[in-house]
């Protein structure tokens, strides 16, 4: 047995330090990022926060709604053929999509069936609950074997050895975060998982010493988190509660004494598995919760309160646009994030 002593982090034991700025306004703050990504030589504009591949954040009106500020969707896995030929609009925002998949023989049977029919298709996220397994590795080697000119997202891990891994087996994006997520239980069932800001800090500089990127995924609270993980290396940010509870996911919505709630619940819970899978089988226990989130209208109204949180976080550190936001990132080790007297 070993203990690593070293100090790791999560977002809320850290602030921004402010410094001097020449900003005038953060309108003057750019947001959109270009990347190129490393095995599939794609180049894509915008504004790097995704939508997790989540029931309720990972769905088609969700993706038409963050299309329009040129956010990303990773569609949930539930997103067949027949599916995405029903949606009038997939063609006007497909550079903002990542069709989800799992690692099973029949995962990939469906991940090729929709990338013959629908070409257009540039992201590929592999997605499984624990990226350490050899057979993850190989799975995502076979996918980059069979589509050189796809971007592959891979995931998740949170330790530097792993990014590495994958990125060298053919991914161009690492997803990084395990146990971090608002609906999430692992830790609590199996005792893993890594400080996120900190799993996001280590991934980053290894993925960017390979040429590659990756999503800080899971553990956003606010939008002050948002940009703490992006000022700790992340190229994108993948949001689930953040972007639930809204119209456009379309989640089961309850009335109670007259207020309105949604639900909303991991991938992993019981009620996913039972909605997807018929159940849980024998061996396997829920890792995820079932929450019910008061309704909170238009996600638009959402994403334009993350972007100014954004732009304003960028201001007070003195960069003039989110790339040089890392740059010009000092954080300091807090013992309280915020006065919480009236929450
Ligand atoms: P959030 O933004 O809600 O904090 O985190 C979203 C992320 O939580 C997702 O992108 C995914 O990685 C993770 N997640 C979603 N559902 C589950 C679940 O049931 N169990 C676990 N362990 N993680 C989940």
Known sequence: ?????????????????PKRSTLHSRKDVELKRTYKFKHSNNE?????????????????????????FELMTCLTKQHDINIIKHC?????????????????????KKLNEIIKEFSFFQFICIDIANGYSDHFSKFVQ?????????????????????????????A???????????????????????????AVIECADAAHGLGAHIIADGGCTCPGDIAKAFGGGADFVMLGGMFAGHDEGKGKVIKKNGIKF????????????????????????????NVKLKYRGKIKDTILNILGGLRSSCTYVGAPSLKQLSKCTTFVRVNQQHNDTFV
């Open 88 to 108: 009038s609009y997939i063609k006007s925002i497909y550079p903002y999509l990542a069709f989800s998949t799992g690692t099973k023989s029949e995962d990939f």
């Open 142 to 170: 076979s996918v980059r074997e069979k589509y050189p000119t796809k971007t592959i997202i891979a995931g998740n891990v949170v330790t530097a050895d792993m990014t590495q891994e994958l990125i060298l087996s053919g």
């Open 1 to 17: 047995m070993r203990i690593e002593e070293d100090i790791k982090l999560d977002y809320s034991d850290v602030l921004f330090r």
């Open 44 to 68: 894509w504009s915008g504004i790097p926060i995704m939508a997790a591949n989540m029931d309720g954040v990972g769905e088609l009106e969700v993706a038409k709604s963050l299309a329009k």
């Open 172 to 198: 161009d994006i690492v997803k990084v975060g395990i146990g971090p997520g608002s609906v999430c239980t692992t830790r609590i069932q199996t005792g893993v998982g890594y400080p996120q800001l900190s």
């Open 262 to 289: 949604i639900e909303f619940y991991g991938s992993s819970s019981d009620t996913a598995n039972e909605k997807h899978y018929g159940g849980l089988v024998d061996y396997r226990s829920s890792e995820g919760k």
